[in-house]
């Protein structure tokens, strides 16, 4: 858990995270993680959450077609992908595909 | 399921029987309206009979009643609320191919997603989910749950964007986020989707490849909903089992459910509330 105890105001970015993947990260809605690059707070979150890897990312390290990340509101694919840019004090957020109808 | 209410009615004798409520009823897109009438418009008949007009004295009122309704509303909506990759992507590539915007809806446990896609300038469900899931991923609302008030919420939601798309017009280039709706938040969010560059007008259209996708959702879901058990299953002859055989079981369960969660050996959610009582 030590990707939460820093102060998230000052260098952390909240994650939010979809329902799907609450099981792995213990019901957490959210995580804190370091800012950086998006990959660099996928890995933050897999570290701290090592179940969240299959889910998040292939064997190659892409992220799955099946889920979408978005900074504040912009899917990072139209942005920079992985290389993205996220600044402290802003919000990533996951979307996986569901199946209920 | 997430069901649009389709609503067939047929108005007989003519007259005033098509009323202005059959009207409205119509421009609210609730179904399909049939219309049974021999006789043709008279001006004696306008000031009570709002469907017909002096544009349309002496037209047979079937044809009258019509023109009118297209008029109103000349929309057919497609709603998909299916709670299958295969349906999903099939309705969706329908929708792009015969260029009607394709409005969906989808559920899981407490959380809903909404949207509408291909519409003249939007991108298709392919662009936001260009490939399903693998089933553990994914549980069905059968291996999941689903809290029912979040279908009513996302249900709400896709209705209002069909009644939006059929009553108003809509511009060209109006892109709707995905709506994602939380029970347990009391707050959704919208993200917003980019169209790609083949979703533009007169482009070629994004990945659709009939065979290869069927192969590819019948590998990755090879025995949800068409296994033994399911329901098509059973339309396939094969007896039934698991959930459908305990049906009548499980209608002397005195407690009601307000969530239920099957174990099931590709799912690994493990279930919010276990036996909730409403």
Same mark, same amino acid.
């Given at each position: ?15 939010? *995270? $979809? ?9 957490? /809605?959210? @995580?804190? %993680? ?18 969240? *890897? $299959? ?9 799955? /077609?099946? @889920?979408? %990340? ?32 | 399921?997430i069901t649009e209410n389709i609503e067939r009615s ?10 202005s409520a059959e009207l409205q009823r119509y421009a609210r897109r609730v179904g399909t309206l ?17 469907s ?13 009643a019509r023109q009118r309704m297209a008029d109103l509303n000349p929309y057919h909506q497609v709603v998909d609320g ?9 309705v969706?590539?329908a929708c792009?191919?015969l260029h009607r915007p394709y409005v969906w809806g ?8 909404a949207s509408v896609f291909c519409t003249p300038a939007g ?31 996302v249900a709400s939601v896709v209705h209002d964007v069909v009644e939006v798309r059929s009553t108003r017009s809509v511009p060209a280039d109006s892109h709707s986020?995905?709506r ?99």
């Open positions: 858990m030590a990707a939460i105890s820093f102060d998230v105001k000052r260098t952390g970015i909240t994650v939010s *995270l $979809p329902a799907v993947m609450q099981s792995a990260t213990g019901g957490r /809605r959210e @995580v804190a %993680v370091c800012s950086g690059t998006v990959e660099q707070a996928l890995n933050g979150l897999i570290e701290a959450f090592p179940d969240l *890897l $299959p889910r998040l990312l292939t064997e190659q390290k892409q992220i799955h /077609r099946f @889920v979408n %990340v978005y900074l504040d509101d912009e899917d990072v694919r139209f942005l920079q992908g992985l290389d993205t840019p996220v600044l402290p004090g802003q919000q990533l957020t996951i979307l996986s595909a569901i199946a209920g109808g | 399921m047929i108005s007989e004798p003519p007259g005033s029987v098509l009323t049939g219309v049974v009438d021999d006789d043709v418009v008279e001006v004696s008949n306008l000031q009570r009979q709002v017909h007009g002096q544009s349309t004295l002496q037209m047979a009122k079937v044809d009258s299916s709670d299958s990759f295969t349906t999903r992507y099939l969706n590539d792009f191919l989808s559920v899981f446990q407490f959380h809903g997603q991108p298709c469900y392919r662009r936001l989910y260009p490939e399903p899931p693998p089933p553990q991923f994914a549980p069905s609302c059968e291996e999941g749950g689903v809290f029912g008030a979040v279908c009513a919420t986020p995905v994602t709706i939380s029970a347990t938040e009391l707050a959704g969010r919208l993200a917003r989707r980019r169209a790609g560059e083949d979703d533009a007008p007169g482009k070629s259209p994004p990945p659709i490849h009939r065979d290869g996708d069927r192969r590819l959702l019948q590998g990755r879901h090879p025995v949800r909903g068409c296994g033994p058990g399911s329901f098509a299953g059973q339309l396939r002859g094969q007896p039934p089992q698991g959930r459908r055989a305990r049906l009548g079981e499980r209608r002397r369960t005195p407690a009601p459910w307000l969530l239920r969660r099957r174990p099931s050996a590709g799912s690994r959610i493990k279930p919010e509330i276990e036996e909730g009582v409403a």
